[in-house]
């Protein structure tokens, strides 16, 4: 079993910045077997999306849609997942959540608000 506790978001004026992090805790075995991480986000009204993952290496990837102004990023060390988020859009607007992949299990987070508004 594997925890996932999110945080960081809130509300933030367009071409704002905001660091979400993603805290994993739960037994050392299954910490230790923690690969892909990513973060979704979930619009009202919208299905989820993934905007970014990382491998358990680092090596990222994201969305489009995010390209060139999110950057995802991992401290194994530390058993945290981050998303730093700048020049934030309206239509970044959403619930953000984390995952974990455990071998053949997806771990997810409550997920923390982001709102861009002015």
Do not use: H
Not at 43 to 56: D, H, M, Q, T, W
Request: aromatic letters at 8%; proline letters at 3%.
């Amino acid at each position: 079993q594997v925890q996932l506790v999110e945080s960081g978001g809130g509300l933030v004026q367009p071409g704002g910045s905001l660091r979400l992090s993603c805290v994993a805790s739960g037994s050392t075995i299954s910490i230790n077997a923690i690969n892909a991480m990513g973060w979704y986000r979930q619009a009202p009204g919208k299905e989820r999306e993934l905007v970014a993952s990382i491998s358990r290496a680092g090596n990222p990837n994201y969305v489009d849609s995010v390209k060139g102004r999110f950057t995802i990023s991992r401290d194994n060390a530390k058993n945290t997942l981050y998303l730093q988020m700048n020049s934030l859009k309206p239509e970044d607007t959403a619930v953000y959540l984390c995952n974990a992949v455990v071998l053949w299990t997806t771990y997810w987070g409550q997920g923390t608000q982001v709102t861009v508004s002015s």
